[in-house]
């Protein structure tokens, strides 16, 4: 299983009391004022956004917005805003600088999801660079002579790598919708990868929570320790093998990456440790534009992602699902509400185990998942007199109605685009390694498949033959990169980290700011709940009332307190201008407008 990649977090209600100390001009990591600082013009544009009762405020900017995991990201794409870049521009520009600053995280060995909106064409588009499978994968590749799984293969060894396809997918982009060249957007990724920055307290305490998988390797001990420990606070992180890959990128665009130098150490480090990944495999990876899956929720317009990710269908149909019932009158965080949450999030998560998978490789019915039809026959089976047992939840059939350690970032523009990325090696740090001579960890999305059907993966998840693997196949996500439209322009931009926990984290920030009429920074900081069918327990965070919590026992719920769930990256437009908020569960997440 995971290990909690934040051992900081022990009371998140502890945290989000201490928000209303947080201005506009500075995020949740309390970094000094930048050259964004809001004026006394955009101060009171921001006041009176927020009424009387407010106490969490969100970042103002009039021209331009951008929402990361950490600060210098932030800055970087900013600043591509402020040169007379786009969305798309500042995005790719981001996507690179997370590579370095956020190294358990960003990356340009993993893979993931973009969803845009294009102003000019009036489009809505979904970018899939999800990670695909070696030719020389099979569906029994991590079970052993008697059928069991073993136990770390697709986890922590070379087996556990997929094809990755963020270089891919961030050079597509950038050609199809940006204006400014590669060279320029990978110029301050460089620059901090050869300078180096400083480890921050989060990036130390997950180096700690996961040296021993960090550690038994040479090149990547060789980075992310000294005198043979993890960097500590207040080291400085200098990656040079990382920027002399990141400046044979920006030359020589994703060619340097899938069949260059670059390929060929990635493919040496295979053969080495007897991993799947040929130079076959890297040069035939290939992104995949896809048609975005769209819904409606009282009158807003939902523009998420389509499978491979299972979050953009299940977010529709939870949405579809949870319309009915009037959940500002029950109130935020309810036991009434939570309750409606619990019943709607099981019986997506059971069809999530049966029908969601690569749709290049299997028939998903798409239409019936997201279909309103389907959300009436769904609702009969909640009741406002007993809950129904996980064991008695099985896979629904919307046939009839045809007629997943990740970051986010969010970012809008003054030209009227949007832009939603999520993008990942899986757990922390990936499987841990650094192709030696690339400075590059790789992924371990290998996991995401389903190993054996009817058995979780790292996140509790269950998986069915959808989703068994298969050579050159894209392993199923919960990554859920949302647009939300109103007017047919884009209204709010929102997504999250946390596995199987994603879809229910974007949904809650989505349900606050449309039912509960929050403000982004009080949307995304109120506690949150998940259920995912199996195991069968009400997951909460620290926060929700004993009283609720005690309500919700009585009515035959097992409720478990955990960690923090996602860390939610959003933007809002409105007619005054941009409000968007960094989460605070990670204190090192930045949001800056001007």
């Known amino acids: 299983m995971q290990k909690n990649p934040h051992p900081w977090k022990k009371n998140i209600f502890t945290l989000l009391l201490a928000l209303p100390l947080i201005s506009l001009s500075v995020s949740a990591n309390n970094s000094p004022p930048t050259t964004t600082q809001p004026t006394q013009q955009t101060t009171a544009a921001a006041q009176r956004y927020d009424s009387s009762k407010d106490i969490f405020h969100p970042v103002y900017g009039k021209q331009g917005m951008v929402a990361t995991e950490q600060h210098l990201a932030t800055e970087v794409g900013l600043a591509i805003l402020k040169e007379g870049g786009n969305a798309v521009d500042a995005a790719v520009a981001v996507g690179f600088a997370l590579a370095v600053v956020l190294p358990n995280a960003g990356n340009i060995g993993g893979g993931g999801f973009m969803v845009l909106h294009d102003a000019k064409s009036g489009e809505d588009f979904a970018i899939d660079f999800r990670e695909v499978a070696p030719l020389k994968a099979h569906k029994d590749m991590y079970l052993d002579e008697k059928g ?47 300078n180096g920055f ?100 009282r009158g807003y317009k939902i523009v998420t992602m389509p499978p491979p990710s299972s979050g953009g269908a299940h977010l529709i149909q939870i949405l579809n699902i949870l319309e009915r019932y009037p959940l500002q009158q029950y109130g935020a965080n309810s036991a009434k509400t939570i309750r409606h949450y619990a019943e709607a999030m099981k019986l997506a998560y059971a069809d999530r185990s049966e029908y969601l998978g690569d749709p290049d490789f299997v028939k998903i019915p798409l239409k019936g998942l997201i279909s309103k039809k389907y959300a009436d026959e769904l609702a009969k089976k909640i009741s406002d007199k007993h809950i129904v047992p996980a064991s008695e939840i099985k896979p629904g059939k919307p046939q009839p109605y045809e007629s997943d350690q990740t970051t986010h970032y969010s970012i809008m523009d003054k030209f ?20 030696e001579g690339t400075g590059i960890l790789l992924n371990n999305e290998m996991d995401d498949f389903s190993a054996k059907p009817g058995v979780p993966n790292a996140f509790g998840l269950i998986g069915g033959t959808a989703n068994a693997i298969d050579a050159k196949k894209r392993p199923l996500s919960s990554m859920t990169p949302t647009i939300v439209m109103k007017d047919n322009k884009p209204w709010l931009v929102t997504g999250s980290p946390g596995g199987a926990r994603i879809i229910t984290t974007v949904l809650q920030s989505i349900l606050n700011t449309i039912d509960y009429k929050m403000n982004v920074a009080e949307a995304i ?70």
Do not use: C
């Open 198 to 297: 400083t480890v921050s307290d989060t990036l130390a305490d997950t180096l700690e929570v996961e040296k021993d998988n960090l550690g038994k390797w040479e090149s990547t001990k060789a980075i992310f320790f000294k005198d043979g420990k993890p960097l500590a606070s207040g080291d400085k992180l200098v990656q040079r093998d990382l920027a002399h890959s990141l400046s044979l990128i920006a030359k020589q665009g994703a060619e340097a990456f899938y069949q260059g130098e670059i390929a060929q150490k990635i493919v040496k480090e295979m053969e080495k440790h007897g991993g799947l990944i040929s130079l076959e495999d890297m040069k035939g990876y290939q992104i995949v534009e896809r048609k975005p899956v769209v819904g409606e929720y």
């Open 148 to 194: 069991n799984v073993i136990d770390g293969k697709s986890l922590f060894t070379h087996f556990a790598v997929g094809v990755p396809g963020t270089v891919a997918g961030m050079e597509y982009a950038l050609k199809k919708w940006g204006t400014m060249p590669l060279e320029k957007v990978i110029a301050p990724a460089i620059k901090l990868a050869e």
């Open 416 to 435: 009227g685009n949007a832009v939603a990325v999520t993008y990942t090696l899986n757990l922390n740090f990936g499987t841990g390694i650094v192709a």
């Open 525 to 594: 900081s109120s506690p949150r709940v998940h259920h995912q069918w199996l195991p069968d327990e009400l997951r909460i965070e620290e926060g929700i009332s004993p009283d609720t919590i005690h309500l919700l026992e009585q009515q035959g719920y097992k409720v478990v307190t955990k960690a923090s769930m996602g860390r939610v990256q959003i933007i809002q437009s409105t007619d005054e201008g941009f409000f968007g908020a960094s989460d605070p569960r990670n204190p090192d997440g930045k949001t800056l407008g001007y």
